[in-house]
């Protein structure tokens, strides 16, 4: 504990101490921009970075002022998406093929630390930062992504919240929308003298509700309601200090309340009306809570000398009240043949006079409570040998977390398009179980730049150890009667290597290879981390108007893990991981972008772009699984989930008081299980197009109107499939509102 309180005072001292020191005029800012909290520090940015990086800005955020994540991603290449629910509470996101349910494939932080529930023991993304309170985003992909971990196969994304003004300021957005939606996002905050130190804080609220676009039979609401709070405070050096410095705390808080089900419909019922929802669902609900801690401590040592430590802690408790069975049946199993199962499809639709038997409908209480805490240390240090510059950087994080799961079945009968809870079983009865891990992680870096030549030579070790404990369902009260236990570890090292050469100061040719690596569940001693070499090429050029970007990329993966979560069906144990052995995963990604203003000559800015993004993939051997998505496979076989193709167009118009912005995306047709050739009709999900549109226009100083429109053309599709029948997009949604700023 005593170290603890030193970690946490030694800098507030230090920082007291060289509050009047005077140096060569270092400015504080530095400590607080993009330069210090990205992949990497190089003198021409992003430009010379060996791998795919992109920076979304507050900027490009506000262009549409999504706040669903997926939208705000389809900006990047290499992104693979896949809806769920419409509004992206729940989002599934993969890079380059790495697999996109629960996002568990990939790495996502928030402002530089893990954000997942529980990174280790259960990366299952049920609780994503809401995009609307996002201020930037960094996606890492290809060499750069070994800096983070644990998963480094597909890459990383980093969100970042809003910082403290450096000057006093206030700003609020208010909208109204579709299906009786509100939202409202707004911060004050800055910075002030406090004598030997300036002070900063920050408080910020996101709130936003939907009735939502789907419809109950019997009637009610099938949105969400989420409070998402922050603030943040800081102390800071003054300008001119020796060791210029900083101490921020961040404390965030957030809950949410979802009628969301994952019953969908059969095929012909969408057809029909794919916004409809049957009545077995109206119980259904998603209730949850989140909380973050965060101190974070910076300092320029020197020049070339900085520093930085970050200690954290994330709390998540989430219940998803939903249904899973019929009559003892999959959800799945009855609206594939609803024929056949008959009776329990009656069920299901719960029609006006109808009753059921009692018991017949089982609503699990999906109950699982998180907890992450951390510390990690940051140091980087420039430095020549010669004529040639080095940024070294080293990182070390002590990471812990775990995930308690405690669950039981509540029994309905339908009864005239009601439900009645006929029985409840005892809290521990279903899932009881507690997993955990903790791990050691240690990344050095070696950035190069010799002249025209940038490289990067890297590498991440991560020590690693899992553990599982099951009380069984007979022991709610856990006294250990029955308890099982496993253990797993492992060290993992991923070395990386890539480079940079500028051919002319407006193109470059890149290229890199790394280590792939991801973890296996605790406890899983069946099945081996997953392991891949993953290597890219490409180009890219710019000038003050235009740029190109085109990486070619190639994801030898030795062997590909598959875990099984309750959101893809196929009746495996949640948790539980399937080896896939060898896959290839392949593409290609192209970004273009330019302002038409330079050859229309307009006073006014054109900006246009096109992200394109192929993606391929083949297993190497045939086998089978009780991985639902896999089953059966055969040598050749795609993976499921991923398009071939997706594209993102977008044209729009900026002056300095008004503007707007179109933007289309498309995505191929993509299959639910492995397979090869023609997509069969009951493992599809349909190609679609999407238009969205935004705009606005600042009618007095500080005030804006701002309007969008989401699938302006009401393109109707299945966005899901999985795990229990088909669920649309989101259809053609309207928002109208103000942006007010002081």
């Given amino acids: 504990m005593l170290r603890k309180l030193a970690l946490f005072t030694a800098p507030i001292a230090l920082m007291s101490a060289q509050a009047n020191a005077d140096d060569d005029n270092l400015e504080l800012a530095a400590l607080d921009g993009v330069d210090q909290i990205t992949v990497f520090a190089s003198a021409g940015g992003l430009k010379e970075v060996p791998g795919a990086i992109t920076y979304i800005d507050a900027d490009d955020i506000a262009k549409q002022s999504y706040t669903d994540i997926l939208r705000t991603l389809r900006r990047v290449p290499g992104v693979n998406i896949q809806e769920e629910d419409g509004y992206g509470l729940r989002p599934n996101i993969g890079l ?24 280790y023991a259960g990366p299952a993304a049920y609780y994503f930062p809401y995009a609307g309170r996002i201020n930037s985003i960094e996606i ?28 006093w300021s206030a700003n609020a957005q208010f909208l109204l929308g579709s299906d009786d939606g509100r939202r409202l996002h707004a911060y004050a905050g800055g910075r002030g003298d406090l004598g030997a130190l300036d002070g900063g804080i920050l408080i910020e609220t996101f709130q936003q509700s939907t009735d939502g676009f789907k419809e109950i039979d019997a009637g009610g609401d099938t949105g969400f309601d989420v409070s998402d709070y922050m603030i943040k405070a800081g102390l800071y050096t003054k300008d001119g200090a020796s060791v210029p410095q900083s101490l921020e705390f961040k404390y965030q808080r957030s809950d949410e309340t979802s009628d969301e089900t994952y019953l969908g419909l059969t095929r012909s019922d969408f057809s029909e009306n794919p916004y409809r929802r049957y009545n077995a669902s109206q119980e259904d609900q998603f209730n949850s809570d989140h909380e973050t801690f965060q101190i974070t401590y910076k300092a320029d040592l020197t020049d070339d ?45 719960a029609a006006p006079g109808f009753v059921g038997a009692a018991d017949a409908l089982e609503i699990r209480h999906n109950a699982r409570d998180y907890v992450a805490k951390g510390i990690q240390g940051t140091v980087t240090y420039k430095t020549n040998t010669g004529a040639i510059s080095h940024n070294l950087e080293g990182s070390l994080r002590w990471h812990e977390d775990e995930v308690d799961r405690f669950q039981n079945f509540e029994y309905f009968q339908a009864n005239d398009t009601d439900l009645l809870r006929t029985s409840v079983g005892d809290p521990g009865t279903d899932s009881n179980r507690i997993e955990s891990g903790e791990a050691l992680a240690i990344f050095v870096q070696d950035n190069i730049d010799w002249g025209r030549l940038h490289a990067t030579i890297g590498v991440r070790i991560e020590d690693i150890d899992l553990t599982r404990l099951d009380y069984g369902k007979s022991d709610p009260n856990r006294t250990g009667t029955s308890l099982s236990t496993r253990e797993n570890s492992l060290t993992a090292v991923t070395p990386a290597f890539g480079v940079v050469y500028d051919v002319t100061e407006q193109l470059s040719i890149l290229g890199g290879v790394y280590r792939g690596f991801a973890p296996p569940s605790p406890g899983n001693s069946n099945s081996s981390e997953e392991e891949s070499t993953n290597w890219e090429a490409g180009l890219r050029w710019e000038n003050a108007a235009a740029s190109f970007e085109a990486i070619g990329f190639f994801n030898d993966y030795q062997n590909l893990l598959g875990t099984c979560t309750a959101s893809t069906g196929g009746g495996c144990v949640i948790g539980d991981q399937f080896d896939g052995g060898e896959v290839d995963v392949y593409g290609l990604e192209i970004v273009s972008i330019v302002d038409a203003a330079q050859w229309l000559n307009t006073a006014f800015a054109i900006p246009l772009s096109a992200t394109y993004t192929l993606t391929q993939s083949e297993f190497k051997t045939s086998f089978s699984s009780g991985y639902g998505p896999w089953g059966s496979v055969s040598e050749g076989d795609e993976l499921p989930f991923v398009a071939d193709h997706q594209l993102l167009l977008t044209a729009g118009i900026e002056d300095t008081k008004w503007g707007g912005e179109i933007a289309m995306f498309y995505q191929s047709e993509r299959r639910t299980t492995a397979g090869q050739g023609p997509i069969a009709l009951n493992a599809s999900l349909d190609a679609h197009t999407v238009f969205d549109v935004s705009a606005y226009i600042q009618v007095i100083e500080n005030v804006k109107i701002r309007g969008k429109v989401e699938n302006i053309f009401d393109e109707e599709y299945i966005a899901s499939h999985q795990p229990a029948g088909l669920r649309p997009g989101l259809p053609r949604t309207f928002w109208v509102g103000v942006d007010l700023s002081l």
């Fill in 140 to 167: 890492t992909k290809g060499t750069g992504a070994i800096k983070y971990g644990p998963r480094t196969t597909g890459g990383a994304i980093n969100l970042f919240s809003t910082p403290i003004p450096e000057d």
């Fill in 96 to 119: 380059r093929g790495s697999g996109s349910d629960r996002s568990a494939r990939i790495t996502i932080m928030e402002d530089g630390v893990p954000i997942s529930p529980a990174p």
């Fill in 305 to 349: 000398l900085r520093f930085s430590v970050n200690a954290y802690r994330t709390e998540f408790s989430r219940d998803w009240f939903k249904l899973e069975k019929v009559l003892g049946t999959s959800l799945s199993t009855v609206l594939n043949d609803p024929t056949t199962y008959s009776v329990e499809f009656a069920n299901l639709v």
